[in-house]
């Protein structure tokens, strides 16, 4: 050590173990004030997720309000809000097609539709095909062809049906064969389902007779 009280390129600092963590401590309790002061950012309002939203469905031409989750099904809705239990649950994935419906007229899966997507829509279930106790054109076609054997699919199978029908009024086989091609059938009922949708589409040609 140099009189100045320097130390020379030879001579070695040394910090004893107290003072070291003397010096930790006193930095530590430095910087825990300094962040004390600053405050905590604000976390943005968060809705409130339990809240049902409000909306309003047209189904078979009856209009019903209601309070729905935003990440409800339509099939959910029309099961077990509305009671209409016409269109089934199948894959609920949008590949069996037993819970088709129509929207404006064209099919959709109601288990890949949310409710809140519905509305100003006008949908149109099984339930709603019949005239009261009488069957449509198409129901009857069904019934005659013996388009069904389980009859779990049959629903959906004559929503996919009507849809098709409304849209092409005379279908060749091979576009019968395509637009129902969305609707899967367990038992394979499928060459009766095919002549229903014939004999459906013979029949409102001719003016309803079979």
Request: with cysteine; net charge neutral.
């Amino acid at each position: 050590m140099s009189d100045r009280g320097k130390p020379e390129p030879g001579d070695v600092q040394r910090v004893s173990r107290r003072g070291f963590l003397t010096t930790v401590s006193s930095s530590a309790a430095a910087v825990a004030v300094a962040g004390a002061a600053i405050p905590a950012a604000a976390e943005p309002a968060r809705r409130d997720d339990s809240e049902p939203t409000r909306i309003v469905l047209t189904v078979n031409g009856r209009t019903y309000r209601l309070g729905v989750e935003p990440r409800e099904t339509l099939i959910s809705v029309l099961r077990e809000r509305l009671g209409l239990i016409g269109a089934k649950p199948g894959c609920e994935r949008g590949e069996c097609g037993a819970c088709t419906v129509l929207l404006d007229g064209s099919t959709r899966y109601s288990c890949m539709t949310l409710a809140v997507e519905a509305q100003g829509h006008a949908i149109t279930t099984i339930e709603g095909l019949a005239n009261g106790e009488e069957l449509s054109l198409l129901q009857q076609a069904f019934v005659h062809e013996d388009g069904y054997q389980c009859g779990f699919c049959t629903p959906g199978q004559v929503m996919a049906a009507e849809g098709l029908l409304r849209r092409i009024a005379s279908p060749t086989p091979d576009e019968i064969r395509l637009g129902m091609s969305g609707n899967l059938c367990r038992c394979g009922a499928y060459g009766h389902i095919f002549a229903a949708v014939r004999r459906a589409a013979d029949a409102r040609k001719s003016g309803g007779a079979q």
